[in-house]
């Protein structure tokens, strides 16, 4: 059986950088799973959701949730992540099938699917009722840098960032994840550059994760470090219960009308690729039910 997907967070150079090392390898498989994912989709969705998690083992509440959104024009669409303070993740692509030629130097073309004429939007809800919102340009489309220019303009946390995910032949992911080196505050200038000289040396991230996994980068940068390690899920939050609620949502003449146009409706979750359908006696019965409890 694969192993989970973990975060792992240490303090580095007597406690001036917060590191965080990420395999997200089955999460990424479990998308390409549910979505049939291209080899370069599986790559750039692969590599958000993994800054995904990053962004997320910060929220403070488990409740605490956030979304990002990454448009860059690219032949793969908008790319779609949320999660929340459980590390419960979900993501789609809009062109999950879309596929590119590879780059000059054998790599996959994640800057092409991507594109690099949008925005990177990151959407964070911790429940007092005002969203924060940060927006940064794309830099070139390969997430990691994208993510970098994000947590400098949108957040002030200037953060050295490497991702990757790789594919086998199968098209199944056999190592993804990242390395996330985050100066604190009052970091100087010479942790700071040792910081630029760290990040230089993980441009195989994938294929060390697959190599070595999470522990064996940790023990490159920081052996014998006190460690937090934390699980990341692939879960959506839909179920025929809540899609329940959205058909009660329409109220009973919108879905009487539905019924009779197409035979039954249905609701499809882009986030996992699940169709729920309800014919016309579930339908009856969820109108039912949602009558009797709205009896005094």
Known sequence: MQKVSTITKTLLWDGAVSLAVL?????????????????????ALGRTMSATAYLCSWLKEEESSLSVTVNGGGAGGKICVAGDGRLFLRGFCEHPEADLPL??????????????????????????????VGTSALISGEIAE??????????????????????????????????????????SEETLSRIEAEIGKFTR????????????????IAPHSARSVREIFFRCH???ERIGGLVLSLGRKEAESLLSEYGKISVYCHYCNTTYEFDAEETARLFASGERDGEE
């Open 205 to 220: 991230i994938s294929s060390l994760i697959e190599e070595e996994g999470a522990e064996g980068i940790l023990d490159r």
């Open 238 to 240: 839909c179920s025929r």
């Open 103 to 132: 780059r000059a130097d054998g790599k996959l073309d994640v800057g092409g699917f991507v594109g690099k004429d949008g925005t990177l939007t990151v959407i964070r809800d911790d429940g007092d009722g005002i969203p924060f």
């Open 23 to 43: 395999d997200t390898t089955s999460l990424v498989n479990e998308a390409i799973r549910r979505h049939s994912l291209s080899p370069v989709a599986a790559a």
């Open 146 to 187: 994208d993510f970098s220019a994000y947590f400098l303009t949108s957040e002030q946390r200037p953060t050295a960032i490497a991702l990757g995910v790789k594919i086998g032949t199968d098209g199944m992911c056999t190592g993804a994840g990242g390395v996330f080196f985050q100066p604190l505050p009052g970091a």
